[in-house]
């Protein structure tokens, strides 16, 4: 049973960090991106950042110079550094996993999620 877990969400003031990570236990998705999505109030659940197997990293601009995506094959463990946070980052944020090709930025391409971790940045 593939389970993803997510740890590292809280509370922190506008212009902080925080460093998401994402466990991947159940199998080893060789050759397929690991992403982030998050997902604010009222919204629809959005890319944020992706990396693909070799090492190939995506994001979304808004996040562009401020968050860093990294994956550790090894431990199966997918993380997400957040620096320069702000309020409009407040989300809960989702790890997602797939094991069949698409678009990478789109939430239907993902067959697998964690559970979601809240993100606050207050200002």
């Not at 997510?6 to 994402?22: D, F, I, K, M």
């Not at 995506?69 to 550094?81: E, G, H, V």
Request: aromatic share 14%; hydrophobic share 35%.
């Amino acid at each position: 049973q593939v389970q993803l877990v997510e740890s590292g969400g809280g509370l922190v003031q506008a212009g902080g960090s925080l460093r998401l990570s994402c466990a991947l236990s159940g199998r080893t998705f060789t050759n397929f991106p690991m992403g982030w999505f998050r997902q604010a109030p009222g919204k629809e659940r959005e890319f944020v950042a992706a990396v693909t197997w070799s090492g190939t990293l995506y994001y979304v601009d808004s996040v562009k110079g401020r968050f860093t995506i990294s994956r550790d094959n090894a431990k199966n463990t997918m993380y997400l550094q957040m620096n320069s946070l702000k309020p409009e980052d407040t989300a809960v944020y989702y790890c997602a996993a797939r094991d069949y090709s698409g678009n990478i930025g789109a939430v239907s391409s993902y067959n697998y999620w964690g559970q979601g971790t809240q993100v606050t940045v207050s200002s």
